[in-house]
């Protein structure tokens, strides 16, 4: 039987021996809870958090007490909508912007919050010639959401220049970046962006499912979303409250209790451990290990020679999307599959570009550090053989 080509890094990356060695190491031999132990163990692993959040800090070029670790792109993309909705200024007359470039991840918390009157009005900007949000098109708003790669266009977005654009209309915009996709091609530099929000989630950049990303600009601006273990400085009377460094203070509960500062006071429960131990190795291997974009280059230019096949992604883009006219994507990914090839094929959880494109589903091929040129060679005769 052929080897397996795995080409669906987009979906989620395949893991560097270094992200499994560095997990099982931490099971094995030093594993324990963090923020919550006095043993060598457990300030062992309160310090491997700390080295991951400083890590990732600068990965992102953001303070380490800006990063939260969450359960992936999703988890934040929604927690940012609780965090922001449960603001005591929070004002349901508000507008959100979105692009149809978006995941349903980034844009569904808010379009649930339109179906329950808790936010006005969706705004959507435009698209440019080559599907790329169109500057000229920002509009004023409260929110902004904006996705820096689509999962199905694969083409980096100007976040700066779009944040920009928005905070010249409104210089109170509240911006969030989901960078899912941008995150696995591009160096992410949060300060630079000038973005309030961002996310993503590490097992898209060969760490473990699990763990995300969410960055938080203004550590002390919000109440946190999630209560529990290890977010509360104190439970206690008031007097001991009010001396107690840290957030917010909660009144008129059963005692009167104090948050702690940034990052626990997001960080409710206990922390996805060991997939946070994997995410060092695999930010150090993702960035001596970007993916390889000649290979979809090559394949842009095979199936380009193929009548039947509709490209619709750019040749410089980080992935490729296409249709075949007359055949179903759905039948090309099973064709493909019994092939042992491993593509994405439907609506990619972004049935607003699809919508845009005018087609229900696509085929999407998209490349990891462990993809070779023999790779895309052989999927490229393949289609050829499949759709002739
Ligand atoms: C652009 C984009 N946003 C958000 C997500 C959601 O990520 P997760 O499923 O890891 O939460 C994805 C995953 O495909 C994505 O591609």
């Known amino acids: 039987m052929n080897k397996i080509i795995y080409l669906d890094a987009a979906a989620s990356a395949l893991k ?49 007490n800006q990063v939260v670790f969450t359960s992936g792109a999703t988890d934040g993309l929604n927690r940012i909508v609780n965090i922001l909705t449960s603001q005591p200024w929070y004002n349901p007359s508000a507008n959100f912007a979105v692009s149809d470039l978006d995941h349903h991840s980034a844009r569904l918390p808010w379009e649930a919050l339109l179906h329950h009157g808790k936010i006005r009005k969706l705004i959507k900007c435009d698209l440019d010639k080559n599907l790329d949000i169109a ?38 915009v509240i911006t969030i970046v989901d960078a899912s996709q941008y995150v696995v091609h591009n160096k992410i530099n949060v300060q630079e962006w000038d973005c309030d929000f961002m996310v993503f989630s590490g097992h898209k ?19 946190p979303d999630k209560f529990g273990g ?23 509960c059963s005692s009167c209790w104090v948050t702690a500062d940034a990052p626990e006071k997001w960080e409710a429960g206990t922390l996805p451990l060991t ?24 394949l842009y230019d095979e199936l380009s020679k193929i009548k039947r096949v509709k490209l619709l992604t750019l040749r410089d883009s980080a992935l490729l999307s296409f249709i075949v006219d007359g055949m179903h994507p759905l039948d090309i990914g099973a064709l493909l599959g019994v092939r ?29 550090a462990w993809n070779t040129m023999d790779d895309v060679i052989q999927t490229a005769e393949i289609i050829k053989q499949i759709v002739k």
């Open 16 to 64: 560097p021996d270094s992200v499994i060695k560095a997990e099982r190491d931490f099971l094995q031999k030093s594993y324990a809870n963090s923020g919550r132990g006095v043993c060598a163990r457990s300030v062992a692993v309160d310090n491997m958090v700390k080295h991951a959040r400083e890590k990732v800090a600068e990965f992102i070029n953001a303070e380490s």
């Open 205 to 223: 950049i060969g760490a473990d499912t699990g763990v995300g990303v969410l960055y938080i600009r203004d550590t002390k601006k919000y109440f």
């Open 135 to 172: 500057i000229d098109s920002i509009p004023k708003t409260d929110f902004f959401v904006i996705t820096a790669m689509s999962n199905v266009l694969g083409r980096a977005q100007d976040v700066k220049s779009i944040i920009a654009a928005a905070r010249k209309k409104n210089p109170n």
């Open 230 to 252: 290890g977010m509360v400085l104190s439970v206690a009377d008031m007097a001991h409250a009010k001396e107690s460094r840290g957030g917010w203070i909660y009144q008129n």
């Open 275 to 298: 997939q946070i131990v994997g995410l060092v190795p695999a930010i150090d291997y993702l960035e001596s290990n970007r993916p390889n974009l000649d290979l979809i280059k090559y």
């Open 340 to 368: 042992n090839i491993c593509v994405r094929v439907g609506n990619m959880c972004a049935s607003w570009v699809h919508k845009y494109l005018g087609v229900p589903g696509t085929v999407r091929i998209s490349v990891g």
